[in-house]
């Protein structure tokens, strides 16, 4: 299951995002929707949250307040939000998390780095992007941030990203030169990534010993890397082999 943490307060998701599927229960096998979290009587009690402990993935309105049965929502208190953050999540490490807010910009997010965090989204965005993330889970039971980062296409804009560092470390080499593995240290793992992307059956490792023992020059391997990104772009995916 997957809990989406959002008080929605003034109905703001349906007057500002135009988002009804949530209410609808589209994906009521899928998805949880919580407004209301009651706020913690001691900064230890965890009771009301054990729910979150066995999710999937959790989306977590960054500022999401407390509540309070006789007082409503609390004004500025998001104690809730800490501790899911710090104690039940740990920054996607436990539980994968997803922070948005309308002070938000485009997504803080490394794939490579943390595939399970997305430290910041603007909202508006995250709700854009939420039903094909949900429609995704649905099929796959796979949790996908990429999706909610930077949208459905994700793998042509990664793809693009990648290629973009790849080619950017060998701007100051000759295109006439023989590229060596050496060239590409300071982004192996990016290129490393976007042959995954383009080619998910190679063997990276007897890829890397070609180029060691059968060096192409530069100009080619940009080519190569130019065309793959291209195929991305026209058709979705890489239709090219590497040779």
Partial sequence: MI?????????????????????????????????????????????????????????LHATTED???????????????IKIKELISKEGEIIPLVLFSNSMNEADFSFENNPSYIRAIKKNLFYERLFDFMEYYKNTSKV?????????????????????????????????????????????NSFKMFMYLALPEIDINELLNQIEDEPIKILDFKRKINQITESFTKHGKNIHPWK
């Fill in 67 to 81: 509540y309070e049965n006789d007082k409503g929502f609390l004004p500025s208190s998001v104690t809730n939000v």
């Fill in 144 to 188: 996908e941030l990429r999706i909610i980062a930077w949208g459905k296409n994700f793998v042509i804009k990664e793809a693009s990203q990648l290629a973009i560092e790849i080619l950017r470390a060998l701007e100051l080499k000759s295109n006439t030169d023989k590229l060596l593995l050496t060239d590409l240290s300071q982004v192996l």
């Fill in 3 to 59: 809990y989406l943490i959002d008080d929605n307060q003034n109905d703001q998701r349906l007057i500002n995002y135009n988002v009804t599927f949530v209410e609808e229960g589209v994906f009521g096998k899928y998805l949880t929707s919580i407004q209301k979290i009651e706020k913690l009587n001691s900064s230890s009690d965890l009771s009301h949250l054990d729910f979150l402990k066995n999710a999937d993935c959790i989306l």
